[in-house]
């Protein structure tokens, strides 16, 4: 019988460390998420939230290929992070092939699915 509870335990114990695993990892978005309010990022001293609350007036960036902020032009969604970043945050841009960067293009992409739910209720 002894070995019945052990081997009992032992599922348990795996489950619980599977479930920790699980709850740890982040997803790119998260990771862009905590980017986008972070005042640090980038050796910045403003946090992108501050002047796009949760992502707001950027629900349609991930769509464009051109963008104008501030007067100027840029072309593809991590030049307009740059952008912002050296701009507005008070930043130095960062790598485009870096993982910060593809977290939080990942991020825009999410809010996109975010407007769709605010149109249309969640059906779509
Ligand atoms: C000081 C205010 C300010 C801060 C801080 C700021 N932005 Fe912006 N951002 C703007 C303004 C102004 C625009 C141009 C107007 C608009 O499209 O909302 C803009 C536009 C953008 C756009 C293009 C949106 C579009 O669809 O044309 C992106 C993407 C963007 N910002 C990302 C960021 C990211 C990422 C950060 C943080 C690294 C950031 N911004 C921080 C003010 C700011």
Redesign the pocket.
Do not use: W
């Given at each position: 019988m002894r070995i019945f509870k052990f081997t009992f335990l032992l599922i348990l114990f795996v489950a619980l460390i599977c479930s920790f695993a699980f709850a740890m990892k982040h997803t790119p978005e998260d990771s862009g998420k905590a980017?986008?309010s972070d005042p640090k990022?980038?050796g910045?001293q403003?946090?992108?939230?501050?002047?796009?609350p949760n992502g707001k007036?950027?629900?349609?960036?991930a769509?464009?290929k051109e963008?104008?902020?501030?007067g100027k032009k840029?072309k593809g969604?991590e030049e307009?992070?740059?952008?912002?970043?050296v701009?507005?945050?008070k930043?130095k841009a960062i790598d485009v092939k870096s993982e910060q960067m593809k977290d939080?293009v990942a991020?825009?992409k999410s809010l996109m699915g975010k407007m769709m739910e605010k149109k249309t209720g969640g059906y779509y």
């Amino acid at each position: 019988m002894r070995i019945f509870k052990f081997t009992f335990l032992l599922i348990l114990f795996v489950a619980l460390i599977c479930s920790f695993a699980f709850a740890m990892k982040h997803t790119p978005e998260d990771s862009g998420k905590a980017l986008f309010s972070d005042p640090k990022f980038a050796g910045g001293q403003k946090a992108c939230n501050e002047c796009h609350p949760n992502g707001k007036g950027l629900e349609n960036a991930a769509n464009k290929k051109e963008f104008n902020i501030m007067g100027k032009k840029q072309k593809g969604l991590e030049e307009a992070v740059n952008f912002c970043i050296v701009n507005a945050n008070k930043g130095k841009a960062i790598d485009v092939k870096s993982e910060q960067m593809k977290d939080m293009v990942a991020y825009i992409k999410s809010l996109m699915g975010k407007m769709m739910e605010k149109k249309t209720g969640g059906y779509y």
